[in-house]
């Protein structure tokens, strides 16, 4: 992909994957599964708790609320949206209850 950066859309569902690795500054990681409701699956990286100086990093505290907001959303089945681009892989930029 050469780096470029590609604003590929939303998914909207249920979290049905939700996978956290590593711990403490520059290296836990957060990726989320949305199956959304015709069935399809989109896995989406969410970014690296604490490596600011990184395009991957994450403030403690935004990895905080979407390690919250999904982690909540997927033990109570709430419906979330998730809007990602594409750079290497799908990144999440935002995510929020759907009511």
């Known amino acids: 992909m050469n780096g470029t950066i590609d604003l590929s859309g939303t998914a909207e569902g249920f979290v ?39 395009e ?13 907001l999904a982690s909540t959303a997927y033990v109570h089945r709430q419906r979330v949206t998730c809007s990602y681009w594409n750079k290497e892989k799908l990144r999440f930029s935002h995510l929020a209850y759907v009511r």
């Open 56 to 68: 991957d990093g994450l403030d403690a505290g935004v990895f905080a609320a979407f390690l919250t």
């Open 16 to 54: 049905t994957q939700l996978q956290l690795s590593g711990y403490g500054p520059n290296s836990g990681e957060i990726t989320l599964g949305i199956t959304q409701d015709d069935g399809s699956f989109v896995q989406v990286f969410g970014g690296i708790l604490g490596d600011t100086g990184s």
